[in-house]
């Protein structure tokens, strides 16, 4: 099965930057997504990540080291509204059926 | 606009008792999923569906059942089986992995 750790809470300051890590264990990469869910509501799509390397989009890119392990998001130009749980999720060669997820980290940012 | 949709919201279902929470897409996607959301943890494959009239078992399938008789509709029931049934319950689609799931707006459960 895969093993998928993220820090549970980060606190930040409005326009400041953040860098969420995501370490995983899979018996076969097969691609690493972000998400962010509001409180109470869907998680979104923010990104994929199948090669290493930065994906930028926007305020926010994702990185990837397949050879780590190892992913980040980070988000810049922090806003309020950008207070929510960021989710990283793996899909497993093995089980490519279906992305296994981490526990979410809980972002919060103060004015 | 497409997309999937999931109801009711909120549903409070007494001790003993079988309750259906619905999802629907209109997105035309193929896999269907029902993953359920605990605070602090994270999201757990229930079952999911890789086509119509097909279905698997995720990693907590105990207590629940689904049945996929459209592409459109994935289906839930929650039995009095499932000894711990209070969580958020997220469904999902996919058609192309390059864009991940989408997910419903999630239907919250409490025993009562």
């Known amino acids: 099965g895969q093993n998928i750790d993220q820090p549970t809470e980060m606190t930040a300051t409005e326009g400041a930057i953040v860098q969420i890590n995501c370490t995983y264990q899979t018996s076969g990469f097969n691609g690493l997504f972000w998400y962010q869910q509001h409180a109470g509501e869907a998680p979104t799509f923010l990104s994929y990540?199948?090669?290493?390397g930065l994906e930028e989009k926007g305020r926010f890119s994702s990185f990837l080291s397949r050879s780590k392990g190892y992913s980040y998001l980070l988000l810049k130009e922090l806003q309020m509204k950008d207070s929510a749980s960021y989710l990283c999720?793996?899909?497993?060669?093995?089980?490519?059926?279906?992305?296994?997820f981490g526990a979410g980290t809980t972002v919060t940012v103060r004015a | 606009d497409g997309g999937i949709t999931q109801s009711p919201k909120y549903l409070f279902r007494k001790e003993g008792q079988n309750v259906t929470l619905s999802c629907e897409q209109n997105l035309n996607h193929d896999a269907m999923y029902w993953y359920r959301q605990d605070p602090g943890q994270g999201l757990r494959l229930i079952y999911y569906?890789?086509?119509?009239?097909d279905f698997q078992k995720g990693d907590i399938a105990e207590g629940y059942s689904v049945s996929r008789e459209k592409k459109e509709s994935f289906p839930l029931t929650v039995t009095s089986a499932q000894k711990n049934p209070t969580a958020f319950y997220l469904c999902?689609?996919?058609?192309?992995w390059g864009r991940g799931y989408t997910f419903g707006s999630g239907t919250r459960l409490t025993v009562v």
């Open positions: 990540n199948v090669l290493d």
């Open positions: 569906s890789q086509i119509v009239n």
């Open positions: 999720a793996v899909r497993d060669s093995s089980n490519d059926y279906k992305l296994s």
């Open positions: 999902a689609s996919n058609g192309a």
